[in-house]
Every structure is written in C-alpha cells, then in structure tokens.
C-alpha cells in the first residue's frame, strides 16, 4: 500500500496469536498497516497457540497441538502437530458447537472455524494468520496486514531498534504499541526519527454471555458469537491511546 506524500502512516506490531483477545484487534483498528510479527521466538506457555472460551459459565483453555515448538524457535518455523491436529479440530468444533449452541452468531462463526481450521494449517503461522485475517473481515476491519518474515529481512535486530528499523522501512510516522510494552520503549529515540509513539489501554465493555456472569478477556471468538455484528466496530474503537 503506497502513500500519498502528504499522508501519514500509524503502524503497529504484534506477533500473531489463536483467535486472540478484543485487545488485539483494538491494536489492529487503531493504525493503518498492522506488521504480524511471525519471526520472533515462539514462547511456551504464551498465548500464541492457546486461549479461552467460556464453556458452562466458566474459562475453558483450548490449545492448539504444536510439534518442533521450542522457546527459541521462530513462531514461522514451527508447525501443527500432523498426528493430533485432524483429532484436535473436530473436538474444538464440537466444543464450540455445544457451549455455544444457543449464541445467535454461531452458524457464521462456525462457518469461520471452519474456513480457518480446514485451511492451511501445516505451518503454525498460516492458521493464526488466516485466523486473524477472518475475524478482521467478519468485523469489517480494511487495516493493511503485513508479515515481517516476507518484508524486512532485519532478523538481526531485536526489541527497540528492530521496531524503530520497522516503522522507518515502512515510512510510519506513528507508532502504537499494546500499553504493556510501556517500560520496554524510549519516546525519545522515537522522536529522534520522527516518530510518534502512542500507547493503546484497551477498554474491555461488557456484554451478554448468555445466561452466564461476564468473564472478560475471553477469545475474540466469544465476542463474535454473542455479539450483533453491527455492534462490532463500536468495540473496537473502545480504547485510550496515551
């Protein structure tokens, strides 16, 4: 996606997760290009291949099967597990199908599941990505996705300076990063190269899970199920940037 030269660019970056948190895509509909961060360390015991939906009025942890998945080992090198993924798909589908089966979403949801889980799932990242990029168009969401394995070969670099080389490839003269990573930045040295960094609260609004107590910070999936589609942009925009 060119620029016009008098337009300005806000980027953000953030490794992919599975089906991630309202959050995340609060992250995405605050900048224009949204840099999926699939070469970093995949950590174990992390969010990027597990999360949670509510299953009798209560967290259920949903984990997706991984082989090859080390703490030092890039999330795009890793892959499903072959063994357990087509036994693992079928149990999360059915899982999804009776803990929710009273959701006014669930037939357009399960038809998403279903695009994404039957979709290419050898490479770990394809999933997440393609999981990523459903809910992005079942929300409306016209932010640009860009993978930073395919665009900036400066693997070499780490923290800081590899998203300050990122928002300078990319010609961004914004950054916004999950309120988080707060302590891990220098404003400064953004300022330097004329970069502006902002930090995004998210605000988590409360919505009806049914029959249930609210359980917030719960998959995105769980929001998409319960609530009206037309009522989705609105959620997205429920954030602070400091």
């Known amino acids: 996606m060119e620029l016009a030269a008098d337009r300005t660019l ?24 949204f840099v999926v961060y699939d070469d970093v ?7 990027v291949n597990r999360n949670r939906i509510l299953v009798n009025g209560a967290p259920h942890m ?10 030092f080992t890039a999330i795009n090198a890793i892959g499903t597990d072959p063994r357990r993924y087509d036994a693992w798909r079928g149990k999360f589908l059915r899982t999804v199908s009776q ?20 979709g290419p799932h050898e490479r770990l990242v394809d999933l997440l990505v393609n999981g990523i990029r459903e809910v ?9 996705l860009v993978p930073s394995s395919s665009v900036h070969a400066n693997q070499h670099l780490s923290g800081q300076a590899r998203i ?7 010609g961004a003269d914004r950054y916004v990063n999950a309120i988080g990573g707060k302590e891990l930045y220098n404003a400064a040295a953004f300022a330097e190269r004329g970069i502006t960094l902002s930090f995004l609260r998210s605000r988590l609004p409360p ?13 995105i999936l769980d929001i998409l199920l319960y609530v009206p589609q037309e009522e989705l942009p609105g959620m997205m925009n429920a954030y602070d940037l400091e």
């Open 10 to 33: 806000t980027l953000g970056v953030m490794q992919p997760y599975l089906f991630p948190y309202l959050g995340y895509f609060q992250l995405i509909a605050a900048v224009d290009r």
């Open 207 to 219: 919505y009806q899970q049914g029959r249930h107590a609210w359980v917030p910070g719960l998959s």
């Open 164 to 170: 300050l080389d990122i928002c300078g490839r990319e």
């Open 136 to 144: 992005m168009a079942y929300i409306g969401s016209r932010t640009e």
């Open 62 to 71: 949903f984990t997706l099967p991984l082989s090859d998945a080390g703490s």
């Open 41 to 47: 360390s995949f950590m174990k015991q992390g969010w």
């Open 99 to 118: 803990a929710y089966s009273r959701a006014p979403n669930l037939r357009p949801v399960q038809d998403m599941l279903e695009r994404v889980l039957h």
